[in-house]
């Protein structure tokens, strides 16, 4: 008996110890903030959904014409199609309604409804700010402005975001003038950021309508 005794206690002790050695985990509960249902998605309380390509940097498409106007577009609205700033200006592109009044567009909700509209006022306004400025790109495109190297794609994107008029003024002035958006985004910011786009097959046109 007492041998029986001594053999079967270190056994007990060992069948215990085992126990809790591969005793299942207690389930952790992730709180429903961190739940991610879907690669692009983040779930937060009360159904606000934060796209997780708002937390991405802009893509890289080379420097095309389509690397350009992506970039440019993610600089504006981040890609989005259908959104309003607070200013008012609207889609991928962040358009103004008098700029997009000269192209013939003066339906403000068809045009944010419309993807493949807005991509065509996106060319349009291209081409009519490459007619403005084509004087100014013939004078001082590889010239440097305060540190910048001027492109044609650099001009063509500032033009989007203060006017041609204003980098017009900006270039004849060598970087004097310079005007900024309501949000201090500047003409030499824009020179700077999207320079050097090959954007010469885009062809200039005078007064084009969508």
Do not use: C
């Amino acid at each position: 008996m007492r041998k029986w005794i001594r053999f079967s206690i270190p056994l007990i002790i060992t069948s215990i110890l085992l126990s809790f050695a591969f005793k299942p985990k207690e389930e952790v509960k992730v709180p429903e903030t961190l739940k991610v249902n879907k690669p692009t998605e983040v779930l937060f309380p009360k159904n606000k959904i934060l796209n997780a390509k708002m937390l991405m940097a802009p893509p890289f498409l080379g420097s095309s014409y389509i690397g350009f106007k992506e970039a440019l577009a993610f600089k504006e609205s981040q890609g989005n199609y259908f959104t309003i700033n607070t200013l008012g200006y609207l889609g991928k592109y962040q358009f103004g309604i008098g700029t997009l009044q000269l192209m013939g567009v003066y339906n403000a909700t068809r045009f944010l409804n419309d993807p493949v509209l807005q991509e065509q006022a996106f060319h349009t306004n291209i081409a009519r700010n490459k007619w403005i400025l084509r004087k100014d790109i013939e004078r001082f495109v590889g010239k440097i402005i305060g540190g910048i190297e001027i492109t044609e794609s650099g001009m063509l994107a500032a033009a989007h975001l203060a006017g041609a008029g204003n980098v017009k003024r900006y270039l004849r002035s060598w970087g004097a003038f310079d005007v900024s958006d309501s949000y201090g985004t500047s003409i030499a910011k824009y020179m700077k950021k999207f320079s050097g786009y090959d954007i010469s097959h885009i062809i200039m046109k005078r007064n084009p309508k969508v």
